[in-house]
């Protein structure tokens, strides 16, 4: 039986072993294979959502000042297509290594780094001036919890959000009754394996329950499913539309 923390809002949070192991695994060594491992063979063979629509949905959606949630060693952040020729970048990480990695990857741009939980609010002071875009790919998928849990960490960065920023981001999900973006056999081997291990904690997430957590804050602009692999964009309208929304 889980330890579910209740938080003022009423929404349960994951217990800390299970947030511990949804990023565990993401130590050197396992960084160093991660972009050949996940970004060269399973997005294509496993997940089925080619690597070049997540970096697309990258070069749409990034901006001047962006903050990137959950990431790993930067693959997408050191080729995207930046509007200009020095963004601001900050970093947000549970996984000191991952920062490392990402912020060695990106050296050239001095990204902020910082070390935190997404299931706590961000740190105001080290989180700084309201972004214009927030990435978080390949994150929702390794949070354990509910999806309404999971959305915890949209709460946490609206408030770090400038009106109109882009949210943006993608999640493995394990398919739903209807068949749509049914896993293929090694995906679901693979997806079995990583939830025993709680490096996955997916095997609840729908991709409604996505587009409704995304709706009850931001305006939603697409989600769609390429494979298993759900990619949403939305748009943060500022704390009126958050208030107003139940
Ligand atoms: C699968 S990797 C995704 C990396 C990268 N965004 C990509 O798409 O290649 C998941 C990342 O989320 C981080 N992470 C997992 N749980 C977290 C949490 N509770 N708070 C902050 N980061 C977390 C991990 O440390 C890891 O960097």
Same mark, same amino acid.
């Given at each position: !039986?889980?330890?579910?923390?209740?938080?003022?809002?009423?929404?349960?949070?994951?217990? %800390?072993? &299970? #947030?511990?192991?949804?990023? $565990?695994?993401?130590?050197?060594?396992? /960084?160093?294979?991660?972009? #050949?491992? #996940? +970004?060269?063979?399973?997005?294509?063979?496993?997940?089925?959502?080619?690597?070049?629509? *997540?970096?697309? *949905?990258?070069?749409?959606?990034?901006? $001047?000042? +962006?903050?990137? #949630?959950?990431?790993?060693?930067?693959?997408? *952040? $050191?080729?995207? +297509?930046?509007?200009?020729? &020095?963004?601001?970048?900050? *970093?947000?990480?549970?996984?000191?290594?991952?920062?490392?990695? %990402? %912020?060695?990857?990106?050296?050239?741009?001095?990204?902020? !780094?910082?070390? $935190?939980?997404?299931?706590?609010?961000?740190?105001?002071?080290? !989180?700084?001036?309201?972004?214009?875009?927030?990435?978080?790919?390949? /994150?929702?998928?390794? /949070?354990?919890g509910s999806m309404k849990q999971k959305a915890q960490v949209f709460d946490h960065l609206v408030p770090h959000l400038a009106d109109g920023a882009h949210v943006f981001g993608a999640t493995i999900l394990p398919g739903d009754a209807t068949g749509r973006g049914a896993p293929n056999w090694a995906a679901r081997q693979l997806m079995r394996i990583y939830n025993a291990k709680g490096v996955f904690s997916n095997e609840g997430d729908r991709i409604e329950d996505l587009e409704a957590e995304l709706a009850r804050r931001f305006e939603v602009v697409d989600i769609r499913l390429y494979g298993t692999v759900a990619l949403f964009e939305a748009r943060y309208r500022g704390a009126d539309r958050a208030a107003s929304t139940p």
């Open positions: !039986m889980h330890d579910e923390r209740q938080t003022p809002s009423g929404d349960g949070q994951p217990d %800390a072993a &299970r #947030v511990g192991a949804g990023q $565990a695994i993401y130590a050197p060594f396992s /960084l160093a294979v991660y972009d #050949v491992v #996940v +970004h060269g063979i399973s997005n294509h063979f496993i997940w089925r959502c080619p690597t070049y629509q *997540l970096r697309r *949905l990258y070069d749409r959606n990034v901006t $001047a000042r +962006h903050v990137d #949630v959950g990431v790993g060693t930067g693959y997408f *952040l $050191a080729r995207a +297509h930046w509007p200009v020729a &020095r963004p601001e970048i900050t *970093l947000v990480d549970l996984n000191p290594h991952c920062l490392a990695r %990402a %912020a060695g990857r990106i050296s050239r741009l001095s990204p902020g !780094m910082v070390e $935190a939980n997404v299931f706590e609010p961000l740190p105001a002071a080290q !989180m700084g001036k309201p972004y214009t875009s927030a990435g978080l790919c390949y /994150l929702l998928h390794c /949070l354990p």
